[in-house]
């Protein structure tokens, strides 16, 4: 799926940030995950693979 929000999704509870900007380099999520932003849609982008 070309529009799943890797960056945009929280890879600890799962809550997508609408508002996540591409200049962002820190994902933060109000459930207290404070990550990078590229390693943030890695982890995504493996869990995404592996439900396929």
């Known amino acids: 799926d070309r529009?799943?929000?890797?960056?945009?999704?929280?890879?600890s509870c799962?809550?997508?940030k609408k508002d996540l900007?591409?200049?962002d380099r820190i994902y933060k999520c109000s459930?207290?995950?404070?990550?990078?932003?590229?390693?943030?849609?890695?982890?995504?982008?493996s869990r995404y693979e592996l439900a396929i």
């Open 31 to 45: 459930c207290g995950l404070n990550i990078n932003r590229d390693y943030n849609a890695s982890i995504n982008l």
């Open 21 to 23: 900007k591409l200049k």
């Open 14 to 16: 799962g809550s997508i």
């Open 3 to 11: 529009y799943f929000p890797s960056s945009k999704l929280c890879s």
